[in-house]
C-alpha cells in the first residue's frame, strides 16, 4: 500500500493543482483585467456570474445538510449569511447585484438568469450536487479554491478601477469585501482537508476534488468567450447585447 | 386560466423548438457532415460524444426507477438494452467503440472518459439528474429530440462515407442502427407526452424539458467547437492530440 503524503507535501499538492488549473490562466481574465473587453463582454461576464455567485449558498447548504457535527455546522454556516445577508447586512449576492446595476443591466433579468447560458448553469449545477452527493473531506476540498482567490480579486479590483468606467467603490463592493472573507474561510477548509485526509486515497479523492472545481470555474469562462469574444457565436435562447437593460 | 393547446398545436411546438434549437444547426455538423474535420477534430468528437451515448442507459435507468406502472417501465426498458446490449446483441455503446477504434483511438482510454472535455460531462450528468428529479412527463418530453435525431443520423452517415476514410459499414453502425431504434422510441415518447400534458402549465413544462435538451447537445458541440476549432483552446487536463491512439 503506498504511504499518505506527508501534510506539507499535500498542501503543496493541492496549492500546485491551483498553478497549473485555477481560472486565473483562462484569456477571458486577462482581457477583463487589462481594459480589453466591451462593455457587453463585461455584461455577459457579469450576468452568467451571478448563477455561480446566487449557487453558492446553495451549495453551502447542502453542505451543511449533511454534517451531524454541530460545531462543524456553525463554524460553515457564515459562509451563506456572507452570500445572501441579513436583516443587518447586505451580502454577496446583494453586492453583485449592484454591480450588475453599474454595468447598466437590470437586476431583476440577471436574477432572473434566463440569459445566463445553459453551459454556466450546468457548470453550477454540478457543482453544487458534487457538494451534495460526495463525501463530505471531497466536498470540503472543492472549496479549496478560495486559496487563489485573493490574487485574482486584487488584480480585479486594480484592472476593473484602471479600465472600465463603471467601475467605483461602490459597483465592486464584492471583490472588495471577499478580500476579507475567503481567507477566513479557505483557512478553516484547508485545515479540514489537511486534519481529514489521512490516507493517501483520501488525498487523492481531495486533490481529484479541487480539480473537478477548477473544472467548474474554466469551463464557464470558456463558454463565456466562446459565446460573446471568440468565435461570438451565443447559444440559442441566451443573452444578445441589449436584452435585460436597465430603463 | 389559459386553456390547454390543441395536440396537434401542442405537438407543432414541441416540433418548432427543434426547427429553431436542436444541434442540427451547429456549425460543428456542418463542418463533420461536409469533410471540414481534420482527424483529430473527429477524435475528439468521438471521444467526448462517448460521454453522451455512455449516460443514456443510466438515463433510462433512472427514469425506469421512478416509474410505478409495470406496463411504462416494460415498455421502456429496450432503450437500455438498445445502448447495453445483450448476451446475443452488441448494444450502441460497443457499437460507438467501434467508431472509436475506427478513427484510430484506444477504446479503453474513450471508454475511460479520461480525456472529456469538463463541460462535456456538466452537460451529460445535467440531463441524467433532470430526468432522475424532475416529473415522469417532463422527463419523457426531454427525450423528444429523437424527433430530429433520423434526419441528422441520414446526413452524418451520407457525408462521413463522402469524406472520411474510415467510415465505411462497420464503423457507422451505430448510427445505421439508430435509424430504426428511433423512430420506435420518439412514437412512444410522443405519444405518451399528447396523452399525459393536458393543461397548459404541463405543456409549457415540457416544452421547457424539450428546450432543456436542446441546450445539453448544443453545449456539448460549443464546447467541442472552442476546444478544438475556433479558438481551439483546449481545457486543462482533456485530450490533446496524439493521446489515447490505439498501439
New interface residues.
Given amino acids: 500500500m503506498r504511504q499518505a503524503e506527508t501534510r506539507d507535501a499535500f498542501e503543496a499538492r493541492l496549492r500546485a493543482i491551483g498553478a497549473?488549473?485555477y481560472h486565473d490562466?483562462h484569456?477571458f481574465h486577462a482581457l477583463l483585467h487589462l481594459g480589453g473587453c466591451t462593455q457587453d463582454q463585461v455584461r455577459a461576464w457579469v450576468l452568467n456570474r451571478y448563477c455561480y455567485q446566487e449557487a453558492i449558498p446553495r451549495k453551502d447548504a447542502a453542505f451543511i445538510s449533511r454534517v451531524e457535527d454541530p460545531a462543524l455546522r456553525r463554524a460553515w454556516r457564515s459562509r451563506i449569511e456572507d452570500h445572501d445577508g441579513s436583516a443587518e447586512h447586505e451580502g454577496g449576492i446583494a453586492r453583485w447585484l449592484r454591480l450588475a446595476e453599474a454595468v447598466g443591466l437590470d437586476p431583476d433579468y440577471v436574477a432572473s438568469k434566463r440569459g445566463a447560458?445553459?453551459?454556466t448553469?450546468?457548470?453550477v449545477?454540478?457543482y453544487v450536487?458534487f457538494v451534495r452527493e460526495m463525501p463530505l473531506l471531497d466536498a470540503v476540498a472543492s472549496s479549496l479554491t478560495e486559496l487563489f482567490a485573493p490574487k485574482i480579486h486584487k488584480d480585479r479590483i486594480a484592472g476593473l478601477l484602471a479600465h472600465y468606467d463603471f467601475a467605483n467603490e461602490a459597483s465592486l463592493a464584492y471583490f472588495q469585501r471577499r478580500l476579507s472573507e475567503a481567507p477566513r474561510d479557505v483557512a478553516f477548509g484547508l485545515a479540514f482537508v489537511l486534519d481529514h485526509a489521512d490516507t493517501l486515497e483520501k488525498q487523492d479523492a481531495a486533490a481529484a476534488a479541487l480539480?473537478?472545481k477548477?473544472?467548474?470555474l474554466?469551463?464557464q469562462l470558456?463558454?463565456l468567450?466562446?459565446?460573446y469574444v471568440?468565435?461570438g457565436?451565443v447559444?440559442?435562447?441566451a443573452w444578445q447585447p441589449g436584452e435585460g437593460m436597465l430603463a
Same sequence: chains 1, 2.
Fill in positions: 497549473e488549473r490562466k484569456p447560458l445553459p453551459a448553469r450546468f457548470a449545477e454540478a450536487r480539480t473537478f477548477t473544472d467548474v474554466w469551463a470558456d463558454a468567450h466562446s459565446a471568440e468565435p457565436r447559444p440559442p435562447g
